[in-house]
């Protein structure tokens, strides 16, 4: 029985992992310096909330939707710069 096992043909696979790995890196402004404080405008939005009405009147938020139409702008919340070309 034990030819049985070792007659048997076997494959090896190597699978190549991919050699790039994405890094985040911290964002900071050039102008000012800072690292931790920032913001986003969205111009062009049209938000779509779907409410149920429970017994007691009040409306309770069960879906929303977001359809961007304009472009989206990244600023710095110290300087207020347009860091726009750093999200990309």
Known sequence: MDKAFTSA???KIKVKKPLYIPHKEKITCPYCGNHED???IIEN???Y???LQTEEGALEPVEEEVE???PLKFFCGSCNADLSFLKK
Do not use: P, V
């Open 49 to 51: 909330i779907h409410y």
């Open 68 to 70: 961007i139409l304009g």
């Open 9 to 11: 043909k076997t494959h």
């Open 38 to 40: 920032f913001y986003e």
């Open 45 to 47: 939005a049209t938000f």
